[in-house]
């Protein structure tokens, strides 16, 4: 069994920034895909970022490229999520989660494993 806990999540003004964290324990590996997605009362969960294996390039969701970086800890334990220039429309709840493969994805339905969100604020 996997489990995921953010942090990290506040309040922030647009044009600000946070950094989202996301530690893995149980039986995560270090080679396992961990993405970011986010929900907010307006909208489906959407997808932020993945990071796979090494030598895979990370993805990104195109309202984020650019201004967010996902990373990951020398042990890959911990999951990160820099957020740059934050808009208004950044507002949400960040869930952090994880499946069992070195390929990131893009589809929410792929990750078996998932936090239980860290609540990020942007307010002009």
């Known amino acids: 069994q996997v489990q995921l806990a953010e942090s990290g999540g506040g309040l922030a003004q647009v044009g600000g920034s946070l950094r989202l964290s996301c530690a893995a324990s149980?039986?995560?590996?270090?080679?396992?895909?961990m993405a970011w997605f986010r929900q907010s009362p307006e909208k489906e969960r959407e997808f932020v970022a993945a990071s796979g294996w090494r030598g895979n390039t990370p993805l990104y969701a195109d309202s984020v490229e650019g201004r967010f970086t996902i990373s990951r800890d020398d042990a890959r334990t911990t999951l990160y999520l820099q957020m740059n220039c934050l808009q208004v429309d950044d507002t949400a709840v960040y869930y952090c989660a994880l499946r069992t493969s070195a390929l990131a994805m893009r589809d929410a339905a792929s990750y078996p494993y998932w936090g239980r969100g860290t609540q990020v604020a942007v307010t002009s």
């Open positions: 149980g039986r995560a590996h270090a080679s396992y895909a």
